[in-house]
């Protein structure tokens, strides 16, 4: 079971929101029902354990703190609360593969040169006067646009999107939900029917009580897309 992994916490974590102004999402929220919800507001971890709330990092909603998910997560009971069965599983590995094959494009930024005009000092002096005023060609700040350069930093490439019956889902949350699933070593994952929503996926990690809901996205420009086996 995922809850003696000795990751299980970290794991748990990993899946909250990152930012410091949505604080209803920092931390694993623990409801009455012993169903706890970790989630970053595009992929949402939901997984049973009434012991959670111990923990020091949590929200305790009974207490009026963190995000109610209740409310969204409802829609998805017939899965959770009962013997429903996944339409199939996917593997992880797959999607991995996926990773392997995708040309990642570098980023850039603008690149500077020190303004001929004032020497890099951002003003000049009249030859009438002395007075000195502010250079026309840097605006003042002394450095002028010379081109780009990459800076180091890799993005996937746009309107690439992995789909799963149907649902269009980001290259960047899939690949952080594949690591936050690898590190407590889950390989697949089963797939629920989406009923023609094509803006949710809903998953189960098998024979555990966890659960991820995931946003899809909206699409008009697809350039590729690839498609996940489901295995039935």
């Known amino acids: 079971m995922i ?6 916490i970290r794991f748990v974590e990993s ?18 029902t012993g169903w706890v919800c970790s989630t970053n507001s595009y992929k949402l971890l939901w997984l049973y354990d009434e012991e959670y709330v111990k923990n020091e990092n949590v929200h305790d909603h009974s207490k009026g703190n963190g995000v109610d998910a209740t409310n969204v997560m409802s829609g998805y009971s017939k899965f959770y609360e009962s013997d429903s069965k996944p339409m199939g599983k996917i593997k992880l590995s797959d999607i991995e593969k996926i990773y392997e094959e995708i040309k990642m494009i570098p980023e850039f930024d603008k690149k500077y040169k020190e303004c001929y005009h004032c020497d890099g000092h951002g003003t000049v002096e009249c030859d009438c006067c002395g007075h000195e005023t502010e250079c026309d060609d840097c605006d003042g700040e002394g450095q002028v646009e010379c081109g780009e350069e990459e800076n180091g930093d890799f993005k996937y490439p746009e309107n690439h999107y992995i789909t799963i019956n149907g649902v269009h889902l980001s290259l960047y949350e899939m690949r952080e939900l594949i690591d936050n699933l690898k590190f407590v070593g889950v390989e697949e994952l089963n797939v629920y029917p989406n ?5 949710k996926s809903f998953f189960g990690i098998p024979n555990e009580k ?7 996205n909206m699409v008009n420009d697809v350039e590729k ?3 996940i086996t489901i295995n039935h």
């Open 3 to 8: 809850k003696n992994n000795p990751n299980y």
């Open 15 to 32: 899946w909250v929101i990152k930012d410091n102004w949505r604080d209803n999402m920092s931390k694993p929220v623990c409801y009455s």
């Open 195 to 199: 009923d023609g929503n094509f803006i």
């Open 210 to 216: 966890m659960y991820i809901l995931i946003m899809g």
């Open 225 to 227: 897309t690839y498609d």
